[in-house]
């Protein structure tokens, strides 16, 4: 006789809780959509450019606002998913999107291509993003399946990028840049009919009885005054900065060492498939070792990674290499990061705090994609922003190392009652 307790020998006893899988299918399938065009936009960059005539500054600018956008909307969709409901705020997402696309596809001066592809995608991205999907996991899924929840999540984001690359390129080559968008823009307007499922805000969901009564004030205050929630948010700037500048301009990159434009279309369509391999092995790693070692490995290996792809002779070869091992890297950092956020400050105000702590991702992410077209456009390079990387990804694995895993210390709790 086994000595645990099993629920097919104790059917009285307590059994494992299951997933809600509506609720994880649902937001996997509009993270696969919100995270897959965006991801795709540098196969937009150069027939756009050779149609308008602006150069690589212009476009980069705009993908710059994007992000900038994505980040500064982040905290206020968050928030506004904790209070009015996730599945309202996703709703606007989809429509943003689609809004975005439309006024991109047809941007007859650089200002339209600044609002559409630019603001308005950068805010469509806030509201479907990953800390308002993930924090409506976090509601609904036990603390034992928070890390897997967020990896599953975050995986199926990197399956959009895997999915979205080589169908923008063939978008394009068969009906041009701007008719691909427009066509992107219908699939966008998927995004409101799966947002049912995760309707509800943060009083809801099967943890709402284990969450700690606190206003938005209090928990700005106490994140703003935790050195291991700081530390976290300037590290994952880093982030924010190393796979903006590489999405938004590695085909350009890869056009300029003499590489088939073909191989663009490969490089960021592995990313995306080793993308969920990495975004999956690091939820099941994350539930079980040092959420903060194993942030600061991902740094250094980024940093390996950028540090050899440059000094190696670079051929089909080795944009391939490059392209499966940024892709076990590039969006790991996702889980791990959010459950810290959890960790430290329970659910209550997941959104806004993990908002925040993307808001410095997408700064970052403003810095990399701005600097890559700016400083290109001076020096005919990218390899300053290349080994600036590499210097930030060294940066925050130091950063990461000193972070505590365990809930801020608090005076008495007061759990919110069950609704």
């Avoid at 806030?126 to 609904?140: E, K, M, Q, T, Y």
């Avoid at 959009?160 to 923008?168: D, E, H, I, Q, T």
């Avoid at 670079?314 to 490059?322: D, G, L, N």
């Avoid at 105000?349 to 077209?373: D, E």
Wanted: net charge neutral.
């Amino acid at each position: 006789m086994p000595t645990s307790a099993s629920p097919s020998v104790h059917p009285s006893g307590p059994r494992p809780a299951s997933m809600p899988w509506l609720i994880i299918g649902a937001g996997a399938l509009i993270a696969m959509l919100t995270f897959g065009p965006r991801s795709a936009m540098g196969f937009f960059q150069l027939p756009m450019l050779a149609d308008t005539g602006w150069d690589r500054s212009t476009f980069g600018l705009a993908m710059a606002i994007q992000n900038l956008a994505w980040g500064l909307g982040q905290p206020l969709f968050g928030a506004l998913a904790d209070k009015y409901g996730t599945g309202r705020v996703l709703t606007m997402s989809g429509v943003l999107y689609a809004a975005g696309l439309i006024i991109m596809a047809n941007a007859n001066a650089p200002i339209w291509l600044h609002i559409g592809g630019g603001v308005l995608i950068g805010l469509a991205i806030a509201a479907g993003s990953f800390s308002v999907i993930l924090s409506a996991f976090a509601r609904n899924v036990t603390p034992e399946q928070r890390s897997m929840a967020f990896g599953i999540g975050t995986a199926a984001g990197s399956a959009g990028m895997f999915l979205f690359a080589p169908l923008s390129q063939a978008l394009i080559s068969n009906f041009g840049w701007s008719d691909s968008l427009v066509y992107l823009s219908v699939l966008m307007l998927i995004v409101p009919l799966l947002a049912f499922p995760l309707r509800g805000n943060a009083s809801s969901g099967s943890q709402s009885h284990s969450q700690f009564q606190q206003s938005v004030g209090a928990a700005l205050k106490e994140a703003f005054g935790h050195q291991s929630y700081l530390l976290l948010t300037s590290g994952f700037f880093v982030c924010g900065f190393q796979v903006a500048f590489i999405t938004a301009h590695f085909p350009a990159y890869l056009g300029d060492i003499g590489i088939a434009p073909a191989y663009a279309v490969i490089a960021m369509a592995l990313i995306g498939f080793f993308n969920i391999i990495g975004s999956l092995a690091a939820g099941f790693i994350g539930q079980r070792y040092s959420k903060p070692y194993f942030l600061a490995y991902i740094y250094i290996a980024r940093s390996i990674a950028v540090t050899a792809f440059l000094i190696l002779p670079q051929t089909p070869v080795s944009v391939i290499v490059f392209a499966i091992v940024m892709g076990l890297l590039w969006l790991s950092t996702v889980p791990p990061t959010n459950g810290l956020v959890a960790i430290m400050f329970g659910t209550r105000h997941l959104g806004l705090l993990g908002g925040l702590v993307f808001l410095s991702h997408q700064v970052g992410s403003f810095l990399g994609v701005w600097m890559g077209g700016y400083l290109y456009d001076r020096f005919g390079s990218y390899d300053p922003v290349w080994w600036l990387g590499v210097a930030l990804g060294i940066f925050a694995a130091f950063v990461h190392w000193p972070i505590q895993e365990k809930p801020v210390e608090r005076g008495v709790l007061q759990p919110q009652p069950a609704e």
